[in-house]
């Protein structure tokens, strides 16, 4: 019964090597199954026959924001089970590929329970089971992966492509691994899992492994915002706003905000001579936007982003920063970038969209249908 915190995982730099992976022989000497890593909600689904409950990662409720995959679940999974997952959205955009749309699926979570039902039918989204913690009257958390593997393969051997629940794809091959990791983020994928064959389940550990895309990027510092703990005595840098010149506008790509105390302070302080009015500044002509936020403009608010105090100090476009991140979401980075070096040797107006790497594109029909 609910709540139940999901298995976790922890980074690694590439596809591992399941010879190499459990030299002790913690894990009975079973190797590894890898398979797509998603990117959505990470969701427990409960099911007692008519009864259904979506929790997400933190516990939290997620079933009254996916009735269609309530609805689903009653009619396509087995009448008493507990499967570990995620929920998500995939789309066609103008005739391209079925993809993962990672912006969309953010928008189902919404007060209001006409939207809700309005976006189910709009925007349906999708549940893919990757492991299995229940079945009938047996829990399986203590049993090794192989065997939850089988039997979560037995009980959902009736699911087809169609969805909208599913069951991911896996394999004992690091060579397919690889090739799915290259492949699938065409797709919206975030990289790919590997799951020690012989690991029993362990609610809130790292005991999986994720291998996701690291890329670098030049970017444009154009702002930052204080840190929660910063005080007039002590002013702290809580982040920085990067942005990329597109056709000759500087456009807001994301942030910077893993640093030490320490490089906070010395960040907050090498910035001050950069700090400039909003109407001096290329992101002044938003400063409308208080409260809707088309095209995610900074400083500007979202459903979750509620609450929040997302005013930044304007600073002068003139510096240029390397940094790590994983992914696109549109047209910004999916996650927080992460700091790498400055680059005074870049001319600001050199830093454009041009410079990423685009994935080749991959239908999600293609990683489901495997």
């Not at 915190?5 to 590439?14: D, E």
């Not at 983020?185 to 996701?212: F, S």
């Not at 990027?217 to 942005?243: F, N």
Request: hydrophobic share 35%.
């Amino acid at each position: 019964m609910p709540p139940v915190q999901p298995m976790l995982a922890k980074a690694v730099t590439g596809v591992p090597d399941p010879a190499k992976f459990d030299p002790e022989g913690r894990y009975d000497g079973l190797g590894l199954s890898f398979e797509p890593k998603w990117d959505g909600f990470r969701c427990l689904l409960f099911k007692d026959r008519d009864e259904v409950e979506l929790a997400s990662r933190n516990t939290k409720p997620l079933t009254r924001y996916f009735p269609e995959l309530v609805a689903a679940a009653r009619e396509q999974l087995p009448a008493r089970c507990v499967l570990d997952g995620e929920i998500f959205v995939a789309l066609s955009r103008d005739g391209a590929k079925r993809r993962l749309e990672f912006e969309v699926l953010q928008e189902r979570i919404h007060p209001a329970k006409s939207r809700i039902d309005l976006l189910a039918e709009q925007t349906p989204a999708s549940f893919v089971a990757f492991d299995l913690l229940a079945l009938d009257d047996t829990s399986y958390v203590d049993r090794p992966f192989a065997d939850r593997r089988a039997t979560l393969e037995q009980a959902l051997a009736g699911l087809g492509i169609e969805g909208p629940c599913h069951l991911t794809r896996t394999s004992r091959d690091p060579a397919v691994a690889e090739r799915w990791f290259h492949q699938f983020e065409g797709a919206g994928l975030d990289g790919v899992v590997a799951k020690p064959m012989g690991a029993p389940y362990q609610p809130n550990a790292r005991t999986m492994l994720k291998i996701k895309h690291e890329r670098t990027a030049d970017v444009v510092v154009a702002g930052m915002r204080e840190h929660k703990t910063s005080t007039p005595e002590r002013p702290l840098l809580g982040s920085l706003l990067l942005g990329l010149y597109d056709d000759g506008e500087l456009q807001h790509v994301g942030v910077s905000a893993s640093f030490t105390e320490k490089r906070r302070a010395e960040l907050w302080e090498e910035m001050q001579a950069l700090v400039v009015p909003i109407e001096d500044h290329p992101w002044g002509r938003w400063q409308e936007f208080l409260v809707a936020n088309p095209g995610r403009q900074p400083g500007t608010q979202s459903r979750w982003s509620q609450g929040k105090d997302l005013s930044f100090t304007p600073l002068r476009p003139e510096r240029v920063l390397e940094v790590k991140y994983d992914a696109m979401e549109g047209r910004r980075f999916r996650h927080t970038a992460h700091f790498k070096r400055w680059r005074d040797d870049r001319d600001p107006e050199s830093c454009g969209y041009d410079q990423l790497e685009q994935p080749v594109s991959y239908d999600l029909s293609d990683v489901l249908g495997g």
